[in-house]
């Protein structure tokens, strides 16, 4: 028994520079800060093609707004973190989080040649009759 706790002590003396931890996660960076912006395929007309093929407006008269989503596009083009952070209600901001989810890869963000995860808000108008 006193080994081992002669042996957690040894270890816990140890320290390291930062330069020799790995970070646990990538870095998550904002469209400001990327040479390369991420983007759906077919660009912004091909992602509001998908919005209107696949968002079902609610069912609520002349109700006029916007949905706000945001995500991180991962390097491998994956959506993930969606959140609606401005909502008009009546199942507008559910609706867009499940249609976000059906999405298909986007083109990830590149910083310095390398693909990056980026942090993205789109907004989805709602217009019902």
Known sequence: MKNIVIILFFISQIS??????????????????????????????GFYQFIGVNF???????????????????????LTDIRVIKDVGFGA??????????????RPGVKEGKPVRVLNIVAIPIQTK
């Open 16 to 45: 390291f520079s930062q330069e020799q931890i790995e970070p646990i996660e990538d870095p998550v960076f904002e469209l400001k800060d990327v040479t390369v912006e991420p983007s759906f395929p077919g660009g912004n007309d």
């Open 93 to 106: 901001g559910a609706e867009a989080e499940r249609v976000m989810r059906l999405s298909p890869r986007w």
């Open 56 to 78: 079902k407006q609610p069912e609520v008269p002349q109700l006029i707004g916007k949905v706000f989503v945001s995500f991180i596009v991962e390097k491998d083009g994956t």
